[in-house]
């Protein structure tokens, strides 16, 4: 995928969030989902898809198929997830509900929670007058979790390399 491509899925899933569209709803009258429902992403990937990994490799094995109405690829059996490749490398995977990480942060967690799973994580300050999320940047050496929320609850997560992560909260989101 190229790097506008990577963009416009950024403002795609950016716009899905803002109008609503994606996210779980909270309260007690919402019921639980089944156990065991939720995948889990960690620092190093998704089952057997590793950050780093090739667009061809990941197709080859099965895992990456190319969507007629999408920007780019998908992975197979992961619709709450979308791939990001720079130099047809994964470098980041945003992950939507019921995604979670080790620490079981998805979308819809509180803010307080995911700063209790995540202590050092970084603080960073949407621009004003912009549309996007505020963040926290929880890195763990070359690999980060970006938890954007509205100072409530996360909207969304983007996994993988902590220097595209930072760079795409830096540099904002637009059209492939």
Known sequence: MKLRQFVFIATLMTAASISGSGVRPLGPDVPARPVG???VVGLSGLDEIEFGDTEQELTR???LRAEGDACGPTLAGHGATS???????LVLLWLDDPMSTPEGITVGTPVSEVLASYPLATRLDAPQRTYRFD???ARDGDR?????HD???????IAGYADWARRLFDEGYGPC
């Open 135 to 137: 963040g926290l940047f």
């Open 151 to 157: 100072g409530t609850a996360v909207r969304e997560i």
């Open 61 to 63: 094995r099965g895992v």
């Open 37 to 39: 429902d939720t995948a």
């Open 144 to 148: 980060a979790y970006l938890f954007l």
């Open 83 to 89: 791939p990001i490749f720079v130099d047809d490398r």
